[in-house]
């Protein structure tokens, strides 16, 4: 029987040779290849892209073979490209959508397929869901179209760097001297994020800058126990910041000038100060539920209004789409700003960092001490368990109850935007949200105080395996 392709909250991916094989592809892309014919569009084309992962070549070839019989055209990237840069190059491109081959931030023996919609947002569940009825159609009469399509080739490095130089203040960069270190990660923003600042004379060293397919042995993700190499060259070059990207460079992975890892969630509440500073925006913020509350408290200061949306960058690009926030994030090192592309951008949120301390004069660590000292501070956290069958089913018994307390404290609002979010009276919280995929919970606890974050994570395991 033929493994079932279902498209999650960033595409579909699967370990290479057991279910990412050849067929499986195939299947995967004719399934996109009917997808797009039946959106009846009269000279359909398709880009067609990768992240630098093992046959990303091969499977490229192969998908523009496939959309060519279909009488789609493709647009082919010859060299690997940045989700956020292929996002933009459909909508500069008037393309019908982009299939990129990549496995994101997963580790090296993964592999993936991202479907972008002809508004370079990542495909909303009623697509993949049209995706993968079109995959069991083609499965039930494996017929390939006799249609004829030439393969053309597509750039979007010029077009997506000169973009982020519109957005992003280089003069201000360069003008305060401020020193760059970057971490690609072996990744598909090699070239970009460093040869940006370098071309506008900014000072920018790199670490892991050529193609390693294993990506150092590890996953490709710019998470905190991984930059050692990047902290290195900060320390060697006198960085004042350090800039990471993962795999896909849709996320992104901040250091500051002493070392410390900002983590997403406060990245995205700072760059959210800056930019209605900055740029005197006020349209609106976005957030998912697991997203820290020191959000919330920032949109309450500016007297700005909050949208708080389930997991999945998707349902913030809509908002992005519809022009209702200046920024939108998650907690998973996401963002992308308003008149940018609805999908996540790794390499601007860096370039912004730079823009942020260069403008501000200020280290991170100390511009989110001065947003503590006038919103409060806040203590995010999040944690995954695993879960035996037996725990799994108890568990997610419990989570269709809406309890009244939780762990001796009063639950002052429940939330199911997305899972179960129980908000305290303190304004500390839990969110509870099952894995699709595998038997795990993922738990965000976020507490006003560090010792109070301690208590409130043990509590929260604790109610788990109760």
């Known amino acids: 029987m033929a493994t079932q392709i279902k498209f999650g909250t960033s595409g579909w991916r699967a370990v290479m040779a057991e279910e990412f094989t050849f067929a499986n592809v195939r299947r995967a892309v004719h399934g996109i290849a ?42 082919v990237i010859s060299e690997a490209a940045p989700t956020p840069a292929i996002s933009y190059a459909v909508t500069q491109s008037n393309a019908d959508g982009a299939i990129n081959f990549t496995a994101s931030h997963n580790p090296p023996e993964y592999n993936g397929i991202k479907f972008s919609t002809s508004d370079g947002a990542p495909a909303l569940p009623e697509a993949t869901k049209r995706i993968e009825s079109e995959i069991a159609a083609y499965d039930a009469n494996p017929e390939t179209p006799k249609g004829k399509a030439e393969a053309q080739s597509i750039d979007p490095r010029r077009m997506y760097l000169s973009r982020l130089r519109e957005i992003v203040d280089l003069d201000v960069i360069k003008g305060a001297g401020v020193k760059v270190a970057f971490d690609p990660m072996w990744g598909a923003a090699r070239g970009y994020s460093d040869a940006l600042l370098r071309e506008a004379g900014i000072t920018v060293a790199t670490v892991h800058d050529y193609r390693d397919v294993l990506f150092g042995g590890h996953a490709p993700e710019p998470d905190d126990h991984l930059l050692e190499d990047l902290r290195q060259k900060m320390r060697e070059t006198g960085a004042h910041i350090g800039i990471a990207t993962d795999g896909d460079a849709d996320r992104f992975g901040i250091v500051d000038e002493d070392g410390t890892f900002l983590q997403p969630n ?34 309450d200061k500016h007297k700005i209004e909050l949208y708080e949306t389930p997991v999945g960058f998707k349902y913030i690009g809509e908002l992005i789409k519809q022009d209702k926030i200046l920024i939108g994030g998650e907690e998973s090192a996401g963002l992308s700003i308003r008149r940018h592309v609805p999908e996540k951008d790794g390499v601007l949120a860096g370039l912004l960092c730079c823009e942020m301390v260069a403008r501000r004069g200020a280290s991170l660590g100390k511009q989110l001490e001065g947003i503590f000292a006038k919103v409060g501070s806040y203590y995010p956290l999040r944690e995954n368990f695993h879960l035996t069958p037996e725990v799994k089913e108890k568990f997610t018994k419990k989570l269709r109850v809406d309890p009244s307390e939780f762990v001796g404290n009063k639950v002052a609002q429940v939330v199911r935007t997305d899972g179960l979010k129980l908000v305290l009276e303190d304004g500390s919280w839990a969110c509870y949200r099952l894995s699709g995929t595998e038997p795990v919970v993922r738990v965000y606890t976020e507490a006003r105080t560090r010792e109070g974050l301690d208590k409130l994570s043990l509590a929260a395991k604790a109610w788990i395996f109760d």
């Open 266 to 299: 406060y990245i995205i509440a700072l760059l959210f100060d800056y930019l209605v500073e900055s740029r005197g925006w006020k349209n609106g913020v976005g957030k998912s539920v697991a997203t820290t509350n020191l959000i919330n408290a920032l949109a």
């Open 34 to 75: 009917r997808y797009v014919v039946a959106q009846r569009s009269k000279a359909p084309k398709v880009i067609v892209g990768r992240d630098p992962r093992f046959l990303g070549e091969t499977f490229c070839a192969m998908a523009a073979e496939i959309l060519a019989s279909y009488g789609i055209v493709p647009l």
